[in-house]
T-cell receptor, first 114, second 108 residues
Framework: NAGVTQTPKFQVLKTGQSMTLQCAQD?????MSWYRQDPGMGLRLIHYSVGAGITDQGEVPNGYNVSRSTTEDFPLRLLSAAPSQTSVYFCASSQGNSPNYGYTFGSGTRLTVV | GQSLEQPSEVTAVEGAIVQINCTYQTSGFYGLSWYQQHDGGAPTFLSY????GLEETGRFSSFLSRSDSYGYLLLQELQMKDSASYFC?????????FGKGTMLLVSP
């Protein structure tokens, strides 16, 4: 099993560009989420999904969109990149429709916006 | 909303025991989780406490007191490979909120 796969691993964007961070899991997990990690800030929840077709906002959703058309995939879209979105992005999944059973994290996407 | 407090850094020597504390304020509490993250890597799940008491998994144990909104992670027989950041996280029905992390430095 591959677990949670994130692509790309590294990305540099110019201010104003858009892009999609891909996340796929092969564990048939219902729950998926996106976090960003900044130095000294811990992990902050951007968006989450409790199942296909259902998404909701987390703590820091502004500037990001998500969709969940299948159980396996949960892409994160940056609409118009800003330097404040420079961060490490982690996708995570959990069995059931709750995050409390233990996340499996992807390896992360390191994004720099210049 | 939720908020968590944990120390920013803890140091210890190989073979010792260390305790990392976590206090939280939350609504709709489901449980307290702990994650380990090595530098440059992804977080990995260590433990989850939904009820009061101590949960033991090998060298690691986690404790929860719901009445005190308090928990801790206990690491025994410390090894150099335990040098990492440790995050407590409080769970609601649908979200998991992380603390800012405790960096554990293990020295020989």
């Amino acid at each position: 099993n591959a677990g949670v796969t994130q692509t790309p691993k590294f990305q540099v964007l110019k201010t104003g560009q858009s892009m999609t961070l891909q996340c796929a899991q092969d564990m048939n997990h219902e729950y998926m989420s996106w976090y960003r990690q900044d130095p000294g800030m811990g992990l902050r929840l951007i968006h989450y999904s409790v199942g296909a077709g259902i998404t909701d906002q987390g703590e820091v959703p502004n500037g990001y969109n998500v969709s969940r058309s299948t159980t396996e995939d949960f892409p994160l879209r940056l609409l118009s990149a800003a330097p404040s979105q420079t961060s490490v992005y982690f996708c995570a999944s959990s069995q059931g429709n709750s995050p409390n059973y233990g996340y499996t994290f992807g390896s992360g996407t390191r994004l720099t916006v210049v | 909303g939720q908020s968590l407090e944990q120390p920013s850094e803890v140091t210890a020597v190989e073979g010792a025991i260390v305790q990392i504390n976590c206090t939280y304020q939350t609504s709709g509490f489901y449980g307290l989780s702990w994650y380990q993250q090595h530098d440059g890597g992804a977080p990995t799940f260590l433990s989850y406490n939904a009820l009061d008491g101590l949960e033991e998994t090998g060298r690691f144990s986690s404790f929860l007191s719901r009445s005190d909104s308090y928990g801790y992670l206990l690491l025994q027989e410390l090894q150099m490979k335990d040098s990492a950041s440790y995050f407590c996280a409080v769970g609601s029905r649908s979200t998991l909120t992380f603390g800012k992390g405790t960096m554990l430095l293990v020295s020989p």
